[in-house]
């Protein structure tokens, strides 16, 4: 009964998701655009099928929820998928189109998610078969990897459709060429019922968008419907001559201007002469007489006195008095005539500033700028309606209007009145002044326009709202020109009231405003400018922006606010600000950083926000220097006890989003100290908490938890005593982990927790034997080009050699039983190849267990023939023994050892000769730097056991191991020296006194004498003496 209990609820579950299978694949058959991403979606969905059939089969049971979970969401995915797709084939062609990379992201984002689902349900339940598990990850795999993306020609279209809507294409032609095209790629035909049905569904949408209060989306639709209506099929289909009319009206309307011409434009010549001063031949502002008769502007006549002038300009006659008497009737007249001319020459501009002719309209351009320097005519010239007529031949130039004239007299009119500058922004100027910020000539003038709108707020609004406005004003702030620079930057200061914009300036790398209103702004907006800080991504030039403590300490100090807004807007802020390594110095330096998370994540508050403190501080730990670590005083807090086990505590409750980041935090704790290490291995419910989360554990919580634990054991590893926490079902946890996870940074940390258990642990014998362990091992040892790849690419080597750190426990010699598991495997060639391509760690752990292993090959082979050992170092040559040799069994001299004498043959001998391990083993002592010529060393020891020192010996020196040797003692670690001349004393045979390595050896030795330790000096000794350098009365003896 209890088995029915948990097969029901499975057995539903799994015809559930069978079901949705069915349906989405049905619905992918029959799309109307990308078919090859869906077909191929469709196909692997399709081969789900015969899996999760093949577990109904089974009748798989449950023992926790991570199946059922895993089904669940898969089940929710696929219907999500099913409703995407159905959305895909429905509604307008042309809607279809222009949300069609919206609705191919989401596919993308289902499809990685059912790929997520696939991997977790392999490792789900234990009961689910090797073979299944296998077909889930790689099916798995291919989801994640898959692509929806529009094609190229797909993406035209849209980008066409986008800009005729934008630039509101009216062009009946080239839209109807347009539709054409968007039937060719939805695969319909072009003609009116389409076109009819297109309308129909648009409407239909439009109408449903607005009843739901989408006006944006509404909107879009009534764009794209004024759009088909100007196609000429449409045209033909529907009566649209009143509103073609109504439209050429209202354009007609809006362009008429009075034309007639002013013949009045010139004053005679007589008037100019009379009203133009001798002096400075210029029109007379104040005009005064002087004795002799003449007039003259006063300013001009009175510097001519002053220069010690006695007589008349114009007569030369002698001056009896210097008095300047004012000619009030001539300066009226003046003034009369300058206010007709002004009115001639403002109709004439009024007239001429539409006219075809660009010579007139850029003459009338130039009259309206001379007029504009005084207020009154500003204000006639704006009366009169001349802005939007100045805006439309800003517009429609094409280079030949003089442009720079044009935006010199709308920023003079824009100076004095809100009215004019809300005027010259309705009539379209502020889109014509953006695009001429980047032209050179006319960026110094459009830059001054948009400085006088901008101080109008509505103005500035629509300014800020222009494509690329801010972007290019930012630009202009490194003008060569000091005065457009300047103007740059007030248009920049007037639009920083507004938040949105201000965003856009820092986006741009124009942070001023940013940095002062996130920390003297108002709170609503110090929050809005947080959260759009944590959206950014940040470049070179913003760290260093945000570098600032200023900036810092403004989100530090918003983290204690009450407001919980605020605070989750400043904590979003500094989480983005954490990852970036220049700013985590900053964080760490401030007072308060530390104590506000802990504080934040130990108070029972929103759940979210103990996540993202969490996450920062883990953030933070990982990127402090070990050195700065220990020495930092505002870390100590968290390298206590109480805070040790609070975070452990919290581990155990907390949701998974949130122990994700503990766990993480722990781990750095960890890293950068031995004493928090310490620590934490003395929670009681550490170690236990920890192998708990190896099953039914969100990815990333078992990944982090098995870091922690990897590091936990690398000192003391016996004080954890791991395997009883762990017991058999830890252990097949661990194993399975190691086998089949997608996540090679988990496997690796599991391999690394096996290796690192105590080999002394007598329950660990027992448990691996129990378990695939070995052949897991072996696995990915076989797998010869993993660390090629990795070697190439620069990835981590870390699984390769934490398997072979777990290998060790099957080959250490101390464990004959264990060791006897490996007999068979072949494992030989694997680590010899290992050798030659590995990194240094991993050719250290495959030379320590070839070592290993050699050790008891004369344990586990049977001596062939018996015979006393020759003391020659010529090749060995049978023939020459046999009368001495007395046989125990046939004579077999193809399978007879050369240093052995015996039959190594056999699967159960770990032979270093038969495996041709010599050479690799001498190339690895090469690497004096590392352990691993040490452990090459002691497996070539292995071969110079005493019943067979001579024959190991003499294959030594014949691979020319003896200058290798010397190389170590010369270069290498003190351990590796130390190995190195126990190997040397035992192989250095005579005939190498007058050899090419003698002088080395020599010179190597002799340093050993003067440098070495008490045991190299004897032993250096010893060999030299062996040479006949060192005399056995020597004192080293």
């Known amino acids: 009964m209890a088995s029915t209990f948990y097969l029901a609820p499975v057995n539903e579950l799994l015809a559930r998701v069978l079901l949705s299978i069915s349906e989405t694949t049905a619905a992918a058959k029959d799309v109307t655009l990308e078919k090859e991403s869906f077909k191929e979606f469709s196909l692997y969905i399709a081969s789900l099928k015969p899996i999760l059939e093949d577990l109904r089969a089974r009748r798989v049971s449950i023992h926790s929820e991570a199946l059922r979970m895993e089904l669940e969401s898969l089940h929710t995915q696929?219907?999500?998928?099913?409703?995407?797709?159905?959305?895909?084939?429905?509604?307008?062609?042309?809607?279809?189109?222009?949300?069609?990379?919206?609705?191919?992201?989401?596919?993308?984002?289902?499809?990685?998610?059912?790929?997520?689902?696939?991997?977790?349900l392999s490792l789900a339940s234990l009961e689910i078969s090797l073979d299944v598990r296998k077909k889930t990850n790689e099916l798995g795999e291919n989801m994640q990897n898959l692509e929806f993306k529009a094609a190229k020609k797909t993406e035209a279209i849209i980008q066409k459709i986008e800009e005729a809507i934008k630039e509101k294409q009216s062009n009946s032609q080239y839209i109807s060429e347009l539709l054409l095209q968007i039937a060719n790629v939805t695969g319909t035909s072009l003609n009116p019922t389409f076109l009819e049905k297109e309308l129909h569904d648009l409407r239909k949408e439009k109408e449903e968008m607005e009843s739901r209060k989408k006006e944006a989306e509404a909107l879009q639709l009534a764009q794209i419907i004024d759009f088909l209506y100007n196609s000429e099929m449409v045209s033909k289909s529907f009566s649209m001559s009143s509103r073609s009319s109504s439209?050429?009206?209202?354009?007609?309307?809006?362009?008429?201007?009075?034309?007639?011409?002013?013949?009045?434009?010139?004053?005679?010549?007589?008037?100019?002469?009379?009203?133009?001063?001798?002096?400075?031949?210029?029109?007379?502002?104040?005009?005064?007489?002087?004795?002799?008769?003449?007039?003259?502007?006063?300013?001009?006549?009175?510097?001519?006195?002053?220069?010690?002038?006695?007589?008349?300009p114009v007569s030369g006659q002698e001056l009896e008095s210097f008095e300047l008497k004012p000619n009030l009737a001539l300066k009226n007249s003046i003034k009369e005539w300058k206010e007709r001319n002004m009115e001639n020459k403002l109709q004439h501009a009024t007239s001429n500033i539409t006219s075809k002719n660009s010579h007139e309209v850029n003459r009338a351009l130039q009259d309206l700028d001379s007029l504009m320097e005084k207020p009154r005519n500003r204000v006639l010239i704006a009366e009169k309606g001349l802005i939007p007529t100045i805006v439309h031949a800003l517009k429609t130039s094409g280079g030949s209007i003089n442009t720079c004239i044009a935006l010199k007299c709308l920023s003079y009119l824009a100076?004095?009145?809100?009215?004019?500058?809300?005027?010259?922004?309705?009539?379209?100027?502020?889109?014509?002044?953006?695009?001429?910020?980047?032209q050179d000539e006319e960026a110094d003038y459009a830059v001054s326009l948009l400085m006088e709108l901008s101080r109008n707020s509505a103005c500035s609004k629509k300014i800020g709202n222009a494509n690329n406005c801010i972007p290019y004003l930012v630009a202009l702030l490194n003008s060569r020109n000091p005065q457009t620079s300047q103007n740059a930057e007030t248009v920049l200061e007037n639009l920083s009231s507004n938040t949105k914009f201000v965003v856009r300036m820092t986006e741009a790398n124009f942070f001023k405003p940013f940095i002062r209103l996130i920390a003297e702004g108002p709170i609503d907006t110090r929050v809005a400018l947080a959260t759009a800080l944590s959206k950014m991504d940040p470049n070179s030039q913003s760290r260093k922006a945000f570098a600032q403590q200023s900036l810092v300490n403004s989100l530090v100090q918003m983290m204690s606010q009450s407001s919980p807004e605020c605070r989750l807007a400043s904590l979003h802020a500094i989480l983005k600000l954490s990852k970036v390594p220049k700013i985590t110095k900053r964080l760490l330096s401030a007072d308060t950083v530390i104590p506000s998370l802990l504080q934040l994540i130990t108070m029972p508050l929103d759940n979210h926000m103990k996540q993202i403190a969490a996450e920062i501080l883990a953030n933070l730990i990982e990127a402090c220097k070990p050195s700065k670590f220990e020495n930092s005083s505002k870390l100590l807090v968290l390298q206590s006890q109480q805070s040790i086990s609070t975070f452990f505590d919290l581990v155990a409750t907390v949701e998974s989003a949130t122990r994700v980041h503990l766990l993480r935090l722990l781990y750095g704790l960890a890293m950068k100290s031995v004493k928090v290490k310490a620590m934490i291995r003395c929670q009681s419910n550490a170690i236990s908490t920890l192998v708990s989360f190896f099953e039914g554990q969100r990815p990333q919580v078992r990944l982090h938890a098995l870091k922690l634990l990897f590091c936990l054991m690398e000192e003391n590893a016996s004080e954890i005593e791991l395997t009883k926490?762990?017991?058999?079902?830890?252990?097949?946890?661990?194993?399975?982990?190691?086998?089949?996870?997608p996540n090679e940074e988990e496997r690796a940390a599991a391999a690394g927790i096996l290796g690192r258990c105590p080999t002394s642990d007598p329950m660990l014998a027992e448990m691996l034997q129990k378990t695939e362990a070995l052949n897991v091992i072996v696995e990915i040892i076989s797998a010869k080009d993993l660390h090629i790849k990795k070697k190439m690419s620069g990835d981590s080597d870390a699984l390769l050699e934490n398997a072979l750190g777990a290998l060790l426990h099957f080959t250490s010699p101390s464990n004959f039983e264990l060791q006897t598991c490996v007999a068979g495997l072949e494992i030989l060639p694997l680590l010899v190849h290992i050798l030659s391509t590995g990194s240094s760690l991993a050719k250290e752990r495959a030379a320590t267990a070839l070592g290993q292993l050699s050790k008891t090959t004369l344990r586990r082979t049977e001596p062939m023939l018996l015979q006393n050992q020759p003391q020659s170092y010529l090749p060995f040559q049978f023939s020459q023994f046999l009368p001495m040799w007395c046989c125990k069994q046939p004579l077999n001299y193809d399978v007879l050892c050369s240093v052995h004498r015996r039959d190594c043959s056999n699967k159960n001998s770990f032979c270093l000769i038969k495996a041709d391990a010599v050479e690799p083993l001498l190339n690895t002592v090469r690497e004096t730097r590392s352990g691993a010529a040490e452990a090459a060393l002691e497996a070539l020891d292995t071969l110079l056991q005493e019943e067979i020192v001579d024959f190991g010996a003499q294959a030594i020196v014949e691979s020319n191991g003896i200058p290798l040797i010397l190389e170590v003692l010369e270069r290498g670690t003190a351990p590796a020296k130390q190995k190195g001349i126990e190997v040397l004393e035992k192989i250095f045979p005579p005939s190498e006194r007058s050899s090419p390595n003698s002088e080395m050896a020599r010179k190597v030795l002799i340093e050993l004498l003067q440098q070495g330790t008490p045991l190299m000096k004897k032993k250096a000794a010893a060999i030299l003496n062996k040479m006949d350098i060192l005399p056995t009365q020597s004192s080293y003896f």
């Open 78 to 120: 696929l219907q999500k998928a099913c409703k995407v797709i159905q959305r895909y084939k429905t509604g307008s062609r042309l809607q279809l189109l222009l949300s069609c990379r919206k609705l191919l992201q989401q596919m993308q984002e289902i499809t990685k998610e059912i790929g997520d689902c696939l991997a977790q």
């Open 247 to 312: 439209r050429i009206s209202d354009l007609n309307g809006s362009l008429s201007r009075n034309s007639s011409q002013d013949t009045g434009y010139q004053a005679d010549e007589y008037s100019l002469k009379a009203f133009t001063c001798p002096l400075s031949k210029e029109i007379m502002e104040d005009p005064v007489d002087l004795v002799s008769g003449h007039t003259f502007d006063r300013q001009a006549i009175s510097e001519y006195l002053c220069k010690g002038k006695r007589t008349c």
């Open 415 to 438: 100076k004095d009145s809100d009215h004019n500058k809300e005027a010259i922004v309705n009539a379209g100027a502020i889109n014509c002044a953006v695009n001429m910020l980047a």
């Open 725 to 741: 926490h762990l017991k058999d079902v830890g252990m097949r946890n661990l194993v399975m982990i190691i086998a089949s996870s």
